[in-house]
Nanobody, 123 residues
């Protein structure tokens, strides 16, 4: 079992920044690729970005490239999502998840999921 807890969501104006965190416990953190997903009101959950267990590889959804940055600190069992130049369409509940590979996460699979944190981009 892996437990995931997100934090860092909130209300931000368009063009602003937020940093989300996801703290993991329960298994060897570096064994898992970690990913961020989001679900906007009335829409299906979608993949945003993933990072490999070592942090050496990443994969981003096209619409967030250049604005979002994923990173991880395996010593702290935490993955981060730095979100800059936020847009109204980034408003969603953001979830972190883990699986064995980036590929699995990029196809929407996740062995374990957090409860989500709300991000609202509004003036």
């Amino acid at each position: 079992q892996v437990q995931l807890v997100e934090s860092g969501g909130g209300l931000v104006q368009p063009g602003g920044s937020l940093r989300l965190s996801c703290a993991a416990s329960g298994r060897t953190f570096s064994d898992y690729a970690m990913g961020w997903f989001r679900q906007a009101p009335g829409k299906e959950r979608e993949f945003v970005v993933a990072i490999s267990g070592t942090g050496g590889s990443t994969y981003y959804k096209d619409s967030v490239k250049g604005r979002f940055t994923i990173s991880r600190d395996n010593a702290k069992n935490t993955v981060y999502l730095q979100m800059n130049s936020l847009k109204r369409e980034d408003t969603a509940i953001y979830f972190c998840a883990c699986d064995r590979t980036i590929l699995a996460l990029s196809t929407g699979r996740g062995s374990y999921w957090g409860q989500g944190t709300q991000v609202t981009v509004s003036s």
